[in-house]
């Protein structure tokens, strides 16, 4: 299923491309057998229209994390300072593939021959897919900030972020304080632009009657 939420005009094949082709590198976290979060840096190395692929060596720790988890989280960052930047966070389930796409993934990127040189060495490595999950693209260089969802192998994405329900008054005590300026108050109840939405919270802790909601 490629479905995006709300605004850009790009959809779930652009994201994983824009990841691939235009950052390449990201921070992974998964989880260890104490519970805990580790991050490494992993390039996503292709995609097609629902999934992206990796490689990692079977003597790493980061793979054994992911056999058992087979689950993870990244998030990708293109920009030269805060307010030009980009990020792509990605959420999803993952599975082996072996060693098959080894080959294609290397003439693709032609870097990892400096790193694994000859065949020998490369029988180390194999191909993870993320193969279902969802994301949110972020982008802090458009006024206001656009912020959409995005989801891949699933048929929907869970609601998050803030919104108005019908105990709205209309006081207008949200729009002042959202640093976005992203609340139409010419409805009642007022409605939050969630693709220019920071999450702040603000407008949930000013309202006098309790009518904004957190998903």
């Not at 030269?80 to 082996?96: F, H, L, N, P, Y």
């Not at 080959?103 to 490595?125: C, G, Q, W």
């Not at 006081?171 to 010419?186: K, M, R, T, Y």
């Amino acid at each position: 299923m490629v479905k995006t939420k709300e605004v850009t005009d790009m959809n779930t094949p652009d994201y994983l491309k824009y990841v691939v082709n235009k950052i390449h590198s990201t921070i992974v976290a998964t989880v260890d057998d104490k519970g805990l979060p580790v991050t490494c840096a992993i390039d996503m190395m292709d995609c097609d229209e629902n999934s992206l692929y990796f490689l990692t060596a079977k003597g790493k720790a980061f793979y054994d994390r992911l056999k058992k988890r087979e689950f993870l989280a990244f998030t990708a960052l293109k920009g030269k300072d805060t307010m030009s930047s980009v990020a792509i966070s990605v959420q999803g389930k993952v599975r082996e593939l072996g060693f098959e796409k080894i080959p294609e993934l290397f003439k693709k990127n032609l870097y990892m021959n400096e790193i694994y040189p000859t065949e020998e060495s490369r029988k180390a490595l194999t191909v993870f897919q993320i193969y279902e999950g969802d994301g949110e693209w972020f982008d802090l260089s458009k006024k206001p900030i656009e912020r959409a969802s995005f989801l891949f192998g699933k048929e929907e994405i869970d609601p998050n972020g803030y919104f108005i329900n019908k105990n709205c008054i209309g006081c207008g005590s949200c729009l002042e304080v959202c640093p976005q300026q992203c609340i139409d108050i010419s409805n009642n109840p007022a409605v939050i632009r969630q693709e220019n939405c920071l999450h702040c919270g603000n407008c949930k802790e000013i309202c006098p009657v309790g009518a904004v909601e957190r998903r």
